[in-house]
């Protein structure tokens, strides 16, 4: 693997019983590169994400995140990376700070960091302030920039975002954009994002990669998009490529094959 890359991914597949959901795909990202991956609901964003971050094990294929072998060397791997999920997963009954030291013992950062670590990533954030506040009561777009400050605790190399803006009013959005975008240029962190917010994709991505039915369609700048498919702006292209028809709601893939399989064995 080249040394400027930190995301490698070969020849990947993830499928549940006759159901694919990823379908041999390969694509990298460099260091310091914010990479969007796009795609209508069930296209296969976050089940390669959960690949990725050892959530789910490939079918077939290769996966390596900073040198290490995502499945061989899985332990390895996860203190390489940071993630904010699309679904919250604060504990909403801890205070900000506890959610933070609780982390902090998860990924085994030295005792004599973790406070210093804490206060930096909360003065970051803009949550210093409120440290000793429950969870509970903060808003939607407090608790995305707590879960950013947990995912970069222990000082990952890779930091993957989930839908991180979604139901963020404009202002928190462009805030916690400007936020990763820092982190990119300052620490040179990778980060590999998924949004339904193509402008999002089109300001803040170096590259983007659009998915659909389990492939991997094309991947370029937001103007080579544009070229490619002759169109004028970067949702244009989307639709292009992807179609215009609705989707079902994002579900989860390999839950939906297990309901199928229960189902079958007690008939």
Avoid: C
């Amino acid at each position: 693997m080249a040394d400027n890359t930190m995301i490698k991914v070969e020849h990947l597949s993830k499928r549940f019983g006759h159901f694919t959901a990823v379908d041999n795909i390969s694509f990298s990202v460099s260091r310091g590169e914010l990479f969007a991956l796009l795609g209508p609901n069930g296209a296969g964003k976050s089940t390669t994400i959960k690949m990725l971050t050892t959530l789910l094990k490939p079918s077939s294929g290769k996966l390596e995140l900073n040198g290490h072998d995502v499945v061989a060397r899985p332990d390895l791997t996860r203190h390489s990376f940071g993630i904010v999920f699309q679904d919250p997963t604060l504990d909403n009954d801890l205070t900000a700070y506890e959610n933070m030291e609780l982390h902090a013992v998860m990924y085994s950062v030295p005792h004599n960091e973790t406070a210093p670590r804490i206060e930096a990533l909360m003065r970051l954030v803009e949550l210093w302030d409120r440290r000793k506040s429950l969870v509970r009561t903060f808003s939607g777009g407090m608790k995305r920039r707590l879960e950013i400050a947990r995912g970069l605790l222990h000082h990952p190399q890779v930091l993957f975002l989930d839908e991180p803006t979604l139901g963020l009013d404009a202002q928190t959005r462009t805030l916690l954009w400007n936020y990763v975008g820092n982190l990119a240029k300052e620490k040179e962190m990778t980060i590999l994002f998924t949004t339904h917010y193509l402008e999002e994709a089109e300001a803040n991505a170096s590259r983007i990669g659009i998915i659909d039915h389990g492939k991997l369609l094309v991947i370029g700048t937001a103007p080579e998009l544009k070229q490619e498919t002759k169109t004028n702006s970067l949702e244009e292209a989307y639709l292009a490529l992807t179609g215009r028809e609705l989707r079902d709601e994002e579900v989860n893939s390999h839950e939906v094959w297990r309901q199928r399989q229960r189902s079958r064995n007690m008939r």
